[in-house]
């Protein structure tokens, strides 16, 4: 069985944070209408989420997620039609199903995720100041990044809406030495912060995306609408299919960045039970 405890957590998270957060903090749960069965998943944001929501959506709705605005695929309080309501047998709550699913990713290749969707500068081109990567970038991931962690870039990589990968980083480790990791966005908070993890047992899934997939497309008793649930990966999850990115990421990195990456994530490897990168061994 499931640890209660790890759900007790969820839900005193979910009762401290924005309303805005709050579909995100509770795990998804689905009843089958036809034959009862359960099923309850955890996953955080640049863990793959799109992907699996993707795939859920079409196994339990009959038919590909199609929506090009919000509210996104992963609101699956709001997928029943027009964005009203949600589908029959999917719910949010802290009750472990009979099948519980925590999807997992490298933390700091997550990280390293969330900052290039996020907040990332694109590289400079000279006489003229960083800039966002992205214009839908508003800059409000910056700013509260920077605050919780009271830390301010040197003046030369200063922008309102970006940031240097150093800077990221640094900022990064400075709330985790402040204890303030749990209040971070959903993006960037730990992941056994935010889906604390349990024991594996036969009614625990417990992997990253390309690690659930067949045990996914496995599950039986269901009576989907749209037949088995089938992962297809896009952008972010394809980097976790390839061999050892891992490495070839932390190698093409400056040595502040991976050292504050290596040093705040240590904790975070160590509770999801994955081993540190012997290049964070230091």
Known sequence: RLCPMAFL????????APRSLELQLLPFRFESPTTGRTLS????AKCGSTSVYRSLFGAIAGH??????????QGFMRWGK??????????RSSRPAGMHMIVIRDPILRYLSAFRSKV???????GLPPRP????QSGKYVSQLLDLARYEPPRERRNARCLHLDDFALAL???HD?????????????????????????GVLLGNVSELTPALAGLTGYEFAGGRIRVAHTHSTLSQIKANPLQATLAGISTTARGALCSLSRLEYRALNISLPRECAF
């Open 9 to 16: 957590l969820l839900l005193l998270l979910a009762a401290s």
């Open 41 to 44: 998943m955890c996953i955080c």
């Open 64 to 73: 590909a997620w199609d929506r090009q605005e919000a509210p996104w695929v």
């Open 82 to 91: 027009d964005a009203k309501g949600t589908l029959p047998g999917v719910t």
């Open 120 to 126: 990332a500068c694109c590289p400079e081109v000279k």
């Open 133 to 136: 990567c992205s214009e839908i």
């Open 173 to 175: 480790r400075a709330i």
């Open 178 to 202: 402040h204890g303030d990791q749990a209040s971070i966005n959903n993006h960037f908070i730990p992941q056994h912060l935010r889906c604390p993890p349990v024991l594996r047992n036969s």
